[in-house]
Every structure is written in C-alpha cells, then in structure tokens.
C-alpha cells in the first residue's frame, strides 16, 4: 500500500503486501476489483472542508471525486490500458483497511 507524499510529489511505500482480497470484500463490484492490478482510493479529510467551507463543503468533496475518476480514465486511454470506477464501496472496511481513521479521512463518495 502506497501513500501519496505531497511535498515530495511521490508515492511511498506505507504497507506490504497484497490488498486483493480486502478490497474484493468492501466493493460492490467484486469481478472488476479482483481482476484489478491497482485499487486507487481518493480519500479526504471531510469534516475539516465542511468546518472551512461549511454546507458548500459538500459540493467540493462531490466534485473532487468526480475530478480524480475523469483524470483516471484520462490518463488510462493515453496509456491505452482499462480502467474502472467503483459506483459503491463500504467506506468502514475502506477507513479500517487503510487506517484512516486516526487521519480523520475518508474515501471520497
């Protein structure tokens, strides 16, 4: 499991090992997610936006979903490989699974 460093502009390793079978359990699309050579899970810190930008908070979270898929499926055609989006997922195991909690984020909606 990777984590994304931002004033790196890298990835560092934060865990060993395959994730397949977890991340098979908490999808709703279980035949693209085990065939999936890579899960990437967009997550965010939800409450602190929502005590910044209050109600509109929301909308920001919504669009930043929509924005990291439409980059995924962008960068995947100029790469010529698949991609695909999970439409529904069980945010607990996802938190659980990737240690989310003590961050205060979540995966994006």
Known sequence: MYEYDRTAGSLHCVRFGSRRSS???????????????????????????????GDRGYRVNERGDRCVAQAAY??????????????????????????????GEAPLP
């Not at 995947?76 to 990737?98: K, P, Q, R, T, W």
């Open 23 to 53: 991340c098979s359990r908490t999808t709703f699309w279980r035949l693209q997610s085990e065939q999936a050579a890579a899960v990437i899970v967009p997550a965010v810190r939800a409450a602190a936006v929502l005590d910044a930008l």
């Open 74 to 103: 962008t960068v995947s055609s100029a790469l010529g490989i698949g991609c695909g989006v999970a439409l529904g997922f069980d945010n607990i195991s996802y938190i659980e699974e990737l240690d989310l909690g003590a961050t």
